[in-house]
């Protein structure tokens, strides 16, 4: 495979460029590797064709269509797949599970998989997940539940509905699930901006308004939650998210206000802190001294969270310090202490503003058995995101005091090494 560029190959299917694919998969060797994975997420190059061009060549160069129908068979992923693509590949051989034909958009090939079989309609698929967890259009969610769908089915991994599964990128297919009888949430209705939605759940259940994705203690809890993925919610809207968060992402300031309005002085603070309303959060707090020192456990933990990588909400940390949370609280859906996950990240200017508030710098998280420095090391050695300032973080802690084993040099990481050797090690 050494005659592969696969950046090369992987910009001419980005680019959708037939004639490019061809002179760089013209050598033996590399159309001999065409059926391994090694673009993207290691799916074989046929699998991210944009057109049927592509497909053609890629085909004659010596791709197997089978191998798509494999990648295709859990579901994920595929509402990138154009269906004309889809199509052809299925008429060139690519096999379909029922998620496959549900998130692929491709109705008449559901429609005959269910007419032979009918319990597919609820067969699991990745994730557990059934079909309609995956449905791309409102026709393929409606076919679905013509046939028995259960409109409300959880899926084993994440224990969530089709349309928390759906509410990032297919609200449409949502309402129809809605208009079906699905179970709503308040998450649901503020990401779709429904004021209506929103009053009726509040009055159905005031205490709505202080769920946040990621809470282990409320309905939506995190990921890792006794050992399974948490909601859903997580990666289709966004990680250790309020309703209200949501609703200002997705550009419903009527529904934020709404939510904000009738939301009590302790969540209304998280809020506040999480949006980066510091004039709010000071006056909510002044309003009640003893709010800091009374905030529930997943409240402690959320200045952690929102040092981790999905998050990354400097002005949250900031402001969250400043009001007098304490630095040291660990969170369990993550890595752990604020300074552990900062640190992870490889995010400096984070990992400066907490040592501001002497946090402990060789704390050990018990699952991993790390201090924030061996994470540091460890997430920069084991190469998860080349972006990212590791030696800043290393250089940070280690001013602050940290240790590190002597034996624990060199660490194979260029720029944390000379850092090191400035501090002291292999001296």
Not at 270 to 276: F, R
Not at 310 to 332: C, H, K, Q, S, Y
Not at 372 to 389: H, M, N, Q, S, V
């Amino acid at each position: 495979m050494a005659t592969i560029d696969n950046g090369a190959v992987q910009s001419a299917l980005e680019r959708d460029d037939p004639d490019a694919l061809s002179r760089l998969l013209e050598d033996a060797d590399a159309r001999a590797e065409l059926n391994n994975g090694w673009v993207g997420l290691s799916q074989p190059p046929l699998t991210a064709a944009r057109s049927t061009a592509v497909v053609d060549v890629l085909i004659e160069l010596g791709a197997d269509p089978a191998l798509v129908g494999e990648w295709w068979g859990p579901g994920f992923g595929l509402r990138g797949v154009d269906p004309a693509v889809a199509a052809a590949l299925v008429a060139r051989g690519a096999k379909l599970t029922p998620h496959a034909a549900a998130g692929l958009g491709l109705e008449a090939h559901l429609g005959e998989m269910l007419g032979r079989e009918s319990a597919l309609v609820g067969a699991a698929g990745g994730d557990g997940g059934h079909p309609l967890h995956f449905a791309r259009t409102p026709e393929i969610a409606r076919l679905l539940l013509e046939k028995g769908a259960d409109v409300d089915a959880r899926d084993d991994d994440h224990r969530s509905t089709p349309a928390q599964w759906l509410i990032g990128d297919a609200p449409d297919v949502v309402a129809t699930l809605l208009a079906a009888g699905a179970e709503d949430d308040i998450f649901l209705a503020a990401a779709m901006g429904s004021c209506e939605r929103v009053e009726r759940l509040i009055d159905e259940n005031a205490s709505c308004t202080a769920h946040r994705i990621g809470y282990n203690d409320g309905p939506f809890p995190g990921i890792g939650f006794e050992g399974r993925g948490g909601t859903i919610l997580q990666w289709t809207l966004g990680f250790n998210a309020s309703p209200h968060e949501i609703a200002l992402r997705r550009g419903h300031r009527e529904v934020f206000d709404l939510l904000l309005a009738r939301t009590a002085r302790r969540p209304r603070l998280l809020v506040a802190c999480m949006v980066g309303d510091e004039a709010m959060a000071h006056e909510l707090a002044a309003e009640d001294p003893e709010l800091i020192a009374t905030l529930a456990a997943d409240d402690r933990q959320l200045l952690a969270k929102a040092c981790w990588e999905t998050n990354r909400n400097f002005d949250a940390v900031r402001i969250m310090l400043a009001l007098g949370f304490p630095v040291d609280v660990p969170e369990t859906n993550h890595f752990y202490s604020p300074l552990h996950n900062a640190a992870f990240d490889g995010n400096t200017p984070l990992v400066k503003l907490l040592l501001e508030y002497d946090p402990p710098v060789d704390l050990v998280a018990p699952e991993y058995r790390s201090t924030p420095l061996g994470g540091c090391i460890w997430a920069a050695t084991e190469g998860r995101c080349a972006d990212r300032d590791y030696a800043g973080v290393v250089d940070s802690l280690l001013e602050a005091g940290a240790t590190l084993p002597v034996e624990s040099y060199p660490t194979g990481h260029e720029h944390i090494d000379a850092v090191l050797r400035r501090h002291g090690y292999g001296s």
